[in-house]
Every structure is written in C-alpha cells, then in structure tokens.
C-alpha cells in the first residue's frame, strides 16, 4: 500500500499509534518535567510547491506565516513561548538572499511576540523545506485542551474570520473586491499575509480568568473545523448561531461577495489563526468585552453530538475540511 | 548568490546570525523558563538520498538512528530525554508499510531510553524528510557545554570509534574484512545500523559526579571533529595520544585494515555516537573506571590553541572533518 492510498488522514492515523495516545490530539504535546511547569511542544512541516510558492508568496511572509502558525499551536494550548528551531532543507539553486528574508520573516514574527529562534539543522533536499518545532509553557491548570467542552459552555471566538481567505483571493485575482477601500484590501491581504497569533489573549485569560476551565483550539484549519475538533474530542455537540459570526467588515461592503460565499470564507476558509474557545457565560462575556469589538460569542456547547449553524429556521450540519492533502 | 556557492558551512553562519548568540554553538539549545530546570532542545533533518537510501538501509533502521542522532545530542548536553516530536514529508509512492517500519525503528530506539515520540506533522514532499525535535531536561548546573575546556582537563572518551565506519564498509563491500568472526562482523554493523546514545553516561555522572565541572560533545561528526570544536569554543587545544585511542578490537585482527586506515575511521569515521568530555584528571580515571574497558583518557588539554596527534616522535595536527555536504 502505498501512502497515496491512505490520504492525509489515514496516514495519520496510522502514524499517530506510535506515539502514547494522552498525547495526541491537541495543537501541541503537554510535557509535565516538574511538578508547576507543563510544557507545551508542537511541530510543522512546510514544503516549496505544497504549503508555499516563491510566485505567489514573499519569502519575508513564508517566514512569518511559518513562525505566526507555530506560535498560534501555542496560544491554542494557552501556553507562552519559549523558542523555536527550525530545520531547512535546500537545493543548491535556492537563492541565499530569499532564505535570509525568510528568516528574517520568521525572526521579526518572533521578536513581536517576544520569543527567539534558538537553533535548527540544515540539509541539501530537493525542494526548500522548512520544519518548525516550538516549545512554550503553561501552569498545567491553565493548559487550553479540546476536550475539556461541557454542555451549556458557550463559544467564543477572539476575532473575525474569513479575512485570510480573502485577502488570498486578492492576491490570486487582483480585480475581484474593485469596490473595497485601498485600507479594506490592505487589512484583507496583510491577514493572510501576516497572521496574528492571540498570545495576547492568553495574558488576559492568565490575568483575568486564572482559574477558569477553558476548552479550545485556534482555528487555523477554519472556524467550522476547530468547532467540530472540540466536539469531537470533548464527546459533545454545538449549535452556531450565523448571526453572530463576526466577519471583516469589508465584507459587508463589497458587491463581489454574495453571502453565501461571505459564510462559506468566515466558516471555512481557514488560516485566520483565531482561538476558538469554550467556557462559561459568565466567564464569557466579560472575556469578549475585554477582548474588544471583533470577538464574539457565536454559540454554545449542546449534549446533543451533532454540530450545526442555526441559520433562522433551519440546522445546517458543519463538515469538516476539504483542507486535507491530497498525496 | 545560490546556496551552492555558500556550502554548509558558509549557509549555516550566515544564518546562525538569526538565533541569538548565547544559544548558538552546542549540541542543543540551553533554554531556562524557570529556576532549577534548563531545558535541552535539538532538531536534526534527514533526506533521503542524501542522508540515507532504502538502497543500503533499512527504514528500521533509519528510524533507530534519526532517533539515536537526537538522543545523543541531548546526552551530549548532559540532558535527559523528555520526548521526541518528528516532521514527515512523503511523496505519494512511499510505501505504508517503510513508514511504519520507520517509525517502529524510532519508536524502539526511544523505548530502550524510556522515552517516547511526542507528536508530529505529516505533509507531501517530494522526496522522504524525516525532522525530529528532541526535548530533554537537566540541571542547570550539570549541563555539559563545549566552551568549559581548561588546560590541565584530560579528555575522555566512553567508547571505542570508529566502528560504525567499519560497519558502514562492510555493508557497502561485504568482501572486506573476509578474516573477522561473524560476531565482529556483526557487532560492527550494529554500531552503524543501531548506534547507542550515551545517556548511561549522563546517569552515571549525576550520580557520581554531580559537582564536576565537564565540557564535551558528542562524536557523531568524529571524535577528531568533536576534539576540535571543544578547543574552538574553549579558546584552548589539545594533544591526543595515539596509543591511547580506543579501537574495536576486531581492528587488530582484520589483515584488511592497515594501521593508518584504522587510524583514520578511529578519527574521522564518525557516526560513533560516544561521547567526549574533558574535566580535571582526579574525576577522569574513576569515570573512565566506571564506564569500562572501552572508555579511556586519549589526551589531554593545552594553553596551546593547536590541536595534535601526538604519534611518537611527531604531532600531527587535526583537520575539520571532510563531513561536510556539498550543495
């Protein structure tokens, strides 16, 4: 059998068995050393042609992106970060001057959230790829899992989405969103340009809810894909509620962007690099007001397992991804 | 500028200037995130063809020494292993059942030292990548670093090198080495196929030692290479002694093995994944004592920056490794 055979994820099932099971499923691994500190390790493979193309993506944003999705695993844990490293493959035709803007990107994603690159490997390989492994840490009972949901919790998410998926659409068709603002397309494009991980929101929870159960992910796979993550991890279902879904305010502006297909990017188009987390309302909306006018509450948590967006007087049930690799 | 007119080394100190200093120069990163504990984290990336081939090496195999490789470095570091995270790119025709041969190969190199694998990422690539991540723990104040050399240290080193070379050769021409038993053939090709990180070392020196002073690496780049990187970080040099050298006692034997080739895969065959450490004489002979026959005082540390073989009548001076990959 070959790996073509199996898809993305039945390969990763099957590859998942070699690791003990307490530690998968999450955005990262938890590691307990000593008793006081968990640590919080997750990894990344980005390959030229799969995940990044020198045509259509500045090798300054590839860096970023790569080091901005690294430390949103983080912040989906609720943990700080402590370092990255990185391991790069290249060809020998791969221009040295791209690979110093790179890690120039990545580098200046990390000192804006406070953290260093410290340390990595370099190989010769056939086409540029670069693997990240971050580590951070947390106090083991303020670690954010996926399956700590509970019915009656209610959903927040820290911020708009659909913006990333938008402003890669700007970048592939220039002349799609002619009616929006040159402001509104910059905001589009420097989303998916240059994500924004809420390590921010993990000192507002550490600082204001200390002691607070908090389930959740970040929704780098998509709103609909981290909701339906945590509730199949926490054995519980979630009703959305589509008005409340906070989306770009562009995308009320522009006439290139039926609803349908404004609903569509908010729920599925991915890279937004929000949290997406479950706790109690009474914890909920004081953490929304703090948060600021783009996070919301869009739901909440039912005992019943199934997962729908409530959308005036039908259930539409959420699917998961078409964001799985084809081998 | 391609990364092909740069070479490895060249490409790797433009881009250590991305990492700060401090963290730069040992077999892992040294990160402190709270008093008592210093946390050791290594990545290496290996590619096939470049690194290993499913021509000569069997993806058990592969798998036992990527892991090996990672858990070396963190015991070159004085660290315990904490776990391992890996990043798989594959291409499509890569068969199931090589994976999961490769991860079995890991997975039982990690169990023999108690650790386990962590997570991960699995994403397309063009040729097989495999990048591991390794964790590990120690106390701040036993970490074995590179730049700790003194004159008046003598080096150590806990096992015989240059058997993994052999082995290496006899796989690739099964005609040499006619006259050795198939015990020593088949001890040799198990240093190359299944080499053992030194952790028993570090167990040992917390135990024993827990006050030493000790700098050292580990001699996977060969112990002439690992010689001359203590002295470059530790501003010293060194004067080995040529009879002193541990050698596989099938060394002696084989009629194919001239003594100058010996002495060279003992220097410069690499792969041995033994440790070197360099601390004060009256610690050196009791370790040397404990771990056994093959461990042994090869040299000793100089004010003189040079770094000799000392054969004789004449110093022969040592040379940085022929290791290095051509882009």
Redesign the interface.
């Known amino acids: 059998?070959?790996?073509?055979?199996?898809g993305?994820q039945g390969?990763?099932q099957?590859?998942q068995r070699?690791?003990?099971a307490a530690?998968?499923g999450d955005d990262?691994?938890l590691?307990t050393?000593?008793p006081?500190?968990a640590?919080v390790?997750?990894?990344?493979?980005?390959?030229e042609?799969?995940?990044f193309s020198d045509r259509t993506t500045r090798p300054a944003d590839v860096g970023w992106r790569a080091a901005a999705a690294n430390l949103s695993d983080l912040a989906a844990m609720g943990a700080s970060p402590?370092?990255l490293?990185?391991?790069?493959?290249?060809?020998?035709?791969?221009?040295?001057?791209g690979?110093?803007q790179l890690?120039?990107g990545?580098?200046s994603c990390l000192e804006t959230y406070g953290t260093?690159?410290?340390?990595?490997?370099?190989?010769?390989?056939?086409?540029t790829?670069v693997?990240i492994?971050a580590?951070g840490?947390v106090a083991p009972d303020q670690a954010i899992r996926r399956d700590r949901a509970q019915p009656g919790d209610v959903i927040v998410v820290t911020g708009a989405h659909g913006a990333a998926r938008a402003g890669l659409e700007l970048l592939l068709n220039p002349q799609w969103g002619q009616d929006l603002s040159p402001a509104e397309r910059q905001y589009l494009i420097g989303q998916h340009q240059r994500p924004q991980p809420r390590l921010d929101v993990v000192t507002q929870l550490r600082q204001q809810f200390p002691q607070a159960r908090v389930a959740g992910m970040d929704s780098s796979d998509g709103l609909a894909d981290a909701v339906l993550q945590i509730c199949r991890a926490s054995g519980v279902g979630a009703k959305l509620d589509r008005h409340t879904l906070p989306m770009p305010s562009a995308f009320l502006r522009t006439m290139a962007l039926p609803p349908a297909q404004a609903q569509e990017w908010v729920l599925y188009g991915g890279e937004d690099f929000e949290l997406v987390l479950c706790l109690v309302p009474e914890l909920a909306q004081p953490l929304v007001t703090l948060l600021g006018s783009e996070a919301a509450i869009v739901g909440e948590i039912t005992t019943d397992t199934g997962v729908y967006l409530n959308s005036g007087a039908e259930n539409i049930p959420l699917t998961l991804g078409a964001g799985f690799?084809?081998?």
């Open positions: 059998m070959l790996v073509r055979d199996l993305e390969l990763l099957r590859l070699f690791c003990p530690v998968v990262g691994a590691l050393p000593t006081g500190l640590l390790i997750t990894t990344d493979m980005l390959v042609g799969v995940h402590l370092g490293t990185i391991a790069l493959g290249v060809p020998g035709e791969q221009s040295v001057d690979l110093e890690y120039g990545m580098v260093v690159l410290v340390g990595g490997d370099i190989s010769r390989a056939p086409v790829t693997s492994t580590l840490q690799q084809h081998f």
